[in-house]
């Protein structure tokens, strides 16, 4: 289900007390194209269509909208400046929503009693729906922001198809284009609710939306010569738990089970891949295993991480001000004086590397996210310009996930394609020994265990007891965490919760899911 904004849960109220309904033109004229799927993002106001081309099979996704006629949009236009220019006059800085709908709808009443308008029902219907979405939403893409099923949604410049990338169908052309004067306003309008100033002497722009989603903008032609540009990675409200992972196969509960140990035992490791492959979703699930209590501090350039934990520090790098620009490099040297027991860096990228490599060594647990296909080309990078880090640094990286975007028939999975071990340098030709532990077989969609664990057993030298007893309690966790996915429970804050009374009192813990009934 979507949650829909204040402003449109408004239009649906008043849609309701006038009884009507807006009419939308859904069919396809041309026959080689049919509908494979659609779905309400507003219930009757704006829907998504996705189409195919029976005869070339490309698919194409359309967003169907309350249609104008030339006169209403003559009288559309003619409306929405005198309200615009109104609403100038009024405060409209005041946080509220429901304050910003009503000074609209006063203002909208104003305009109608002044020039003696006589608007029929379904008419003043389709004005509050594009005066709602242009001035309180994102205008042409806010209905594709809202979509759920969207992970990116990118233009790659003036009168050309905005894509999408959909959950279920991949990546997707749409029937929305943006002329020169359109998408120039549209990409301010982004810059100003990303409160960041973008212009013709600084046309890039790195930011993140209100709701959380990344952004990244460029404004004009000297950059981007098709034109301006936009891109924006969807935030999720509500994180993907350890569970979720179980479910969409991505991990399975042995491997997760082991990185709950890690993690207890703040041993480091990293989860690396390519772009879009899902690191920093897997991050996000497995740091949902920190022990309650535990002192943590992340830092990224925009914030991703979402953590149900109190005693936690997220930072966030910050441009350059009056010369004063706030580098992860900066974050990390200032968060070893806040004395974390956990560090949680967003993505290694620069000489951060050698700081966050530095803290593994003195004893801060540490987890990063990096871009790279395995790891052999991890240790390479690591080790070359412009990151620097020493091989005898690397072997305090306990260990690494590799994941991949697995693509079969158009069917996109995201999967651990290997996790393995750094045990430590060869003392003959100081070469990085690697264990590979799991991996993951794409004939039959499963996980295959290679070899035993050789940090599982430095756990139980940690804990002074034998390897057996730390393997049993391996399969403890194993079994818990099963036991959550058949009862069907997801929501990140009860993963969380159960996750801590686990640490607090295991037996309890395994009670209270045992009797779990949604009523």
Known sequence: MIELPEYYKALLKIQKSSRTKVTLEEKVEDEKISVVDDYWIIPDFSKIQIRKNTETLEMSYHLIEPEIARDEFELLNFIYEDVRRRLVLKDMRIENEHLKIKALLECLDEVVEEYALRLESELTLKMLYYLFRDFFGYGLIDCLLLDPHLEDISCDGYNIPIYVFHKKYGSLPTNV???????????????QKSEKHISFATPLVDATLPDGSRLQLTYGSD??????TFSIRKFR????????????????????AYYWL????????????????GKTTTLNALMMFLPPGAKVVSIEDTREIQLYHENWIPSVTRVSIEGREITMYDLLKTSLRQRPDYIIVGEVRGKEAQTLFQAMSTGHASYSTFHSGDISQLIYRLENEPLNVPRVMIQFLDSVIVQTMWVSRGIRKRRAREVSEIVGLDPANKELLINPLYKWDPVNDTFMQVSESKKLEKVSILLGVDVSEVMDEFNKRKMFLELIYEKG???????TSLIHSYYRDPEKAFETIREWSYG
């Open 237 to 256: 409200a509500k994180p993907f738990t350890p569970i979720d992972l179980m479910y969409f196969g991505t991990l399975d509960s042995r491997i997760l």
């Open 262 to 277: 890690l993690i207890e035992n703040k041993m480091n490791f990293m989860v690396i891949g390519e772009t879009a492959v």
């Open 177 to 191: 284009k943006l002329k020169r004067e359109e998408l120039d306003s549209l990409v301010l309008l982004l810059s």
């Open 489 to 495: 429970i997801k929501d990140y804050k009860t993963v």
């Open 223 to 228: 950059v981007t010569t098709r034109g301006s």
